[in-house]
């Protein structure tokens, strides 16, 4: 008999023929699903030690000393169950080309050809973070504190706090310096790593890096990294017999310019070339000695106090004279508003007089109250007021618009804290507080608080004796840490502890 032909695509197929095919799936998927999903008591009894196993142990079986509902309640939820089956590809790790040109700048040598999917987003990464300087702050504190929130507890977080800890310090809000008591630290001296043998007559914060500036009578002026702790030392720049009277960072941080006791000739230090630049004889510039500066807040000049009453006003550009400008009497301290624009100097007979930078004609001039001899001056960092030192130790502190408009301006608050005369004034860059001190005895600083014009109690500690003839002070560019250079050679450093950036 001849074989039957098999139906042709076009043709259908016999009733019983599917009828048989039908059950044939359904018995096939009847047995799947009791795999995969369970079905019988004894399948889920094999399928529990495989459970601990995989699960390193962790499912204890310790009914007996649960409770009836416990156990009856447990029963009730479904048991893991087992896959079915296991794609081997899907273990394999995905690994991308990295010899294309758009991706070769990622690869760190030459001996990588392929990379994986999360290695290439970890370099990803760290190329973006390289660009923008690292990674923001606002980023690491949004990660410790997503880490802390974790380990304290796994409660949910109200949409406010998740707001603050996705944007970190950007919302969080400032909060003023209280008055009475200074949280402050004393921390291992700024110059360390380098002591000076004879008296420090300069302490200053880097305006940007986390460097400080210190140089003396030993000719020398160094650098420093501040932490806090060790406070390495990063260089040092000897200056053949020239003791320095005052040295200063430049506006962009990039020089320091050095002035001595006995020369009319001063020293720029370039740090970015390595190089020491003496600056000669200026043409225009007649003076026997140059001591006392100032540089400007904009970088562009350099303002000399010299004899007289005589202020000149040099280029930082060309080191040449631009103009000369005179008070009357002996021109005492002179300092730049912050913008630059205006420059305040006092004399020795009790007056301060205001300059326009631009025209250099004096704007206007006023009689320091109670003052019979000028000693410093200086101006907050917001342009908001103004102090005046005197030999009495007397420190008046006065309205910035009522030093421009009267002649006999009340000040805002006489501080009466010395009882020497004062040589050495300096503001918070926040204003909030206003540092005073007299080199004529120990421990005469005193930390004034800003608005309210009261020392705090506990700086310096009395009885101490640690603060030996204050010649020069200065805050971090962020008021996080103080510096007051003495007589022995030593930059002291505190740590302001209510304020947390350098």
Sequence with gaps: MAARPRPGPGKRRRPVQQQQEAAAAEEAERRLEELVFGGQAALLEELKPAQARHLGGTLLDDDSSDSEVENEARSSF????????????????????????????????????????????????????????????????????????????????????????????????????????????????????????????????????????????????????????????????????????????????????????????????????????????????????????????????????????????????????????????????????????????????GEVYVWDVKSRKCLHRFIDEGCLKGTCIAVSRNGQYVACGSSSGVVNVYSRDTCLHQTNPRPVKAIMNLVTATTSLTFSPTTEILAIASNATDDAVKMIHIPSFTAFSNFPVLGRKIIRLAQEMDFSPRSGFFSIANNRGRALLYRVKHYTDF
Aim: proline share 4%; aromatic share 6%; charged share 30%.
């Design 78 to 349: 479904p048991a893991a169950k087992k896959a079915a089956w296991v794609d081997e590809e899907d273990e394999v790790e995905e690994l991308v080309d990295m010899t294309h040109r758009f991706r070769k700048n990622l690869l760190k040598s030459t001996a990588e050809k392929t990379l994986s999917v999360a290695k290439l987003q970890q370099r990803l990464k760290e190329q973006f973070q390289s660009a923008m300087g690292g990674p923001p702050s606002w980023a690491e504190n949004t990660d410790k504190k997503r880490r802390k929130d974790k380990k304290d507890s796994d409660d949910e977080i109200d949409e406010d706090e998740d707001l603050l800890r996705r944007t970190g310090n950007f919302v969080s809000s400032s909060v003023a310096l209280p008055k009475g008591l200074l949280q402050i630290k004393n921390c291992t001296n700024a110059n360390h790593a380098r002591p000076s043998e004879a008296k420090l007559t300069t302490t200053q914060f880097h305006p940007s890096a986390q460097v400080i500036l210190t140089a003396g009578l030993d000719s020398s002026i160094s650098l420093f990294q501040v932490d806090g702790k060790t406070n390495p030392k990063i260089q040092s720049v000897h200056l053949e017999r020239f003791p320095v009277y005052k040295a200063r960072f430049s506006a962009d941080g990039e020089q320091v310019i050095a002035t001595g006791l006995r020369n009319k000739m001063f020293y720029i230090y370039d740090m970015m070339a390595g190089k020491v630049i003496p600056v000669y004889n200026v043409r225009g510039l007649e003076e026997r000695q140059v001591k006392k500066f100032e540089v400007s807040p904009d970088g562009l000049f350099l303002l000399l106090t010299g004899s007289s009453g005589y202020l000149h006003l040099l280029s930082m550009k060309t080191k040449e004279l631009v103009d000369s400008m005179k008070i009357n009497g002996q021109a005492i301290g002179a300092t730049f508003s912050p913008d630059g624009s205006t420059i305040y100097t006092n004399s020795d007979e």
